[in-house]
């Protein structure tokens, strides 16, 4: 038996996506994961981008109405996948994502990749940073400029952790280099679509102010270590860091800052900094 669909509403943010809010708000998740509906205007199907967590009342909002054809990943974590083989199962739609574990019915996602689905053309860009298998995707025909679907690459609010085990540093600025590439500062803004927190209204902007935090973290950290006389590869550099640099943050989200601080001192040891 199916549940009625409940919750807040599927709400348009753009011509071609609606946001469909799950009901997992927390510290990593904000006010909820945002899983996305993609069509054409009119179209008879749909693609969802991010099932959501393993929650049957939002699968069951995301299955209801339109034929869902489709069903994206942008990375691994389980908020985001939580309910894909689920909703595979209600729905028959294929699931892709980049790392083949994340998919059912479906091939893995590789960037560069165009897709056609819903009646939108979708291109799958490699964002890897936050997670090695984080994609971003591109709806070029998505309002005057374009729209992105961002994952956790871009969050509506706050900044991104570098996770555990495979979070770079040096891959997500070269991939936040990527996504600034798609903008233009002269033209339309590119809309970012996050997989947390609300739109972003200029993703070119919101890359650029994400870059210059990086950068100014990285200055405190490399500050932090010569004046501690400690080697980025120290034992017990990481808890130094934390204390001197995030010392403020929220103990809910201090694992968070120790996952980031790892991924700054892989990257200064890969530089040769202190």
Do not use: W
């Not at 210059?212 to 200055?219: F, I, K, Q």
């Amino acid at each position: 038996m199916r549940t009625p669909p409940t919750g807040p509403a599927p709400t348009p943010v753009t011509r071609l996506v609606t946001v469909v809010r799950a009901d997992n708000p927390g510290p990593m998740t904000l006010d909820g994961t945002r899983s996305y509906l993609v069509a054409a205007p009119g179209n008879a199907g749909r693609v969802v981008v991010d099932p959501g967590p393993d929650d049957v009342v939002h699968l069951e909002r995301l299955a209801s109405g339109a034929r869902v054809e489709l069903v994206l990943v942008t990375h691994r974590h389980a908020d985001h996948t939580g309910g894909a083989a689920r909703l595979h199962a209600r729905t028959g739609a294929p699931v892709r994502a980049a790392d083949p574990a994340h998919c059912h019915g479906g091939r893995p996602l590789t960037g560069g990749e165009v897709i056609e689905a819903a009646g939108v053309r979708i291109e799958v860009l490699a964002t890897p940073g936050h997670t090695a298998d984080s994609v971003c995707f591109v709806l070029p025909d998505d309002g005057p400029s374009a729209s992105v679907l961002t994952g956790d690459t871009v969050l509506g609010r706050g900044t991104t952790v570098l996770a555990e085990p495979d979070g770079s540093l040096r891959d997500y600025l070269a991939s936040l280099d990527r996504l600034e590439a798609l903008t233009r500062p002269e033209g339309p803004a590119v809309v970012g679509l996050p997989g947390h927190g609300p739109a972003v209204e200029d993703l070119g902007e919101k890359v650029r102010a994400y870059r210059a935090h990086r950068l100014e973290r990285l200055d405190q950290v490399r500050a932090v270590l010569v004046a501690q006389g400690v080697d980025a590869s120290a034992p017990g550099a990481v808890d130094l860091v934390v204390a001197h640099v995030y010392g403020d943050v929220d103990p809910s989200v201090r694992g968070a800052a120790r996952q980031s601080v790892t991924a700054q001192l892989v990257y200064l040891r890969g530089t040769g900094a202190p």
